[in-house]
Antibody, heavy 117, light 107 residues
Framework: EVQLVESGGGLVQPGRSLKLSCLASGFTFINYGMNWIRQAPGKGLEWVAS????????YYADTVKGRFTISRDNAKNTLYLQMTSLRSEDTALYYC??????????WGQGASVTVSS | DVQMTQSPYNLAASPGESVSINCKASKSINKYLAWYQQKPGKANKLLIYDGSSLQSGIPSRFSGSGSGTDFTLTIRSLEPEDFGLYYCQQHNEYPLTFGSGTKLEIK
């Protein structure tokens, strides 16, 4: 069974940093691209970042470019999102998603990030 | 960026009925449109990709159609478990973009 489990969320002050992790299991992690998608409270889904299987290709939404860094450790079956210079508008549930040609065919349950003083 | 306009925002229907949800792209995305279902406490679920391809394990009452800029998700003979939020997403180019969502409620 494919499983994606996010961790590392929490309450953080504006301007500070936070790192999310997503532990993958049930599939060959190195064969898939991975993504972060977020959902602000009461709002729709917003794609955040994508990384190819070998980390050769990385893409970011303009809203996070220069502040967030997506990375992966294929030996640990883990995806990361390093978030810096956090803003109140970054408050959201952050989902990890597996992609197959940019189609998100598996999702985690999400990690909650609240940016507030 | 490709803007995705999804309609209707809300939809109410009874079990057994059929419904359609529409998604319009601001420019051609060829066939590259996916549909997802979101329900509280459950992982988001991929229903349709490439406009009309049914994801493995998804019931055949779900179908997708369209190409270019106009797409439709149709659910025939609604089951109680079909009620929830539905999102379209273009997977033709980066940045990946989603529609604003459609809430399907029980009438």
């Amino acid at each position: 069974e494919v499983q994606l489990v996010e961790s590392g969320g929490g309450l953080v002050q504006p301007g500070r940093s936070l790192k999310l992790s997503c532990l993958a299991s049930g599939f060959t992690f190195i064969n898939y691209g991975m993504n972060w998608i977020r959902q602000a409270p009461g709002k729709g889904l917003e794609w955040v970042a994508s990384i190819s299987s070998s980390s050769s290709y990385i893409y970011y939404a303009d809203t996070v470019k220069g502040r967030f860094t997506i990375s992966r450790d294929n030996a640990k079956n883990t995806l990361y999102l390093q978030m810096t210079s956090l803003r109140s508008e970054d408050t959201a549930l952050y989902y990890c998603g597996r992609s197959n040609y940019e189609v998100l065919d598996a999702w985690g349950q999400g990690a909650s990030v609240t940016v507030s003083s | 960026d490709v803007q995705m306009t999804q309609s209707p925002y809300n939809l109410a229907a009874s079990p057994g009925e059929s419904v359609s949800i529409n998604c319009k792209a601001s420019k051609s995305i060829n066939k590259y449109l996916a549909w997802y279902q979101q329900k509280p406490g459950k992982a988001n679920k991929l229903l349709i990709y490439d406009g009309s391809s049914l994801q493995s394990g998804i019931p055949s009452r779900f179908s997708g159609s369209g190409s270019g800029t106009d797409f439709t998700l149709t659910i025939r003979s609604l089951e109680p478990e079909d009620f929830g939020l539905y999102y379209c997403q273009q997977h033709n180019e980066y940045p990946l973009t989603f529609g604003s969502g459609t809430k399907l409620e029980i009438k």
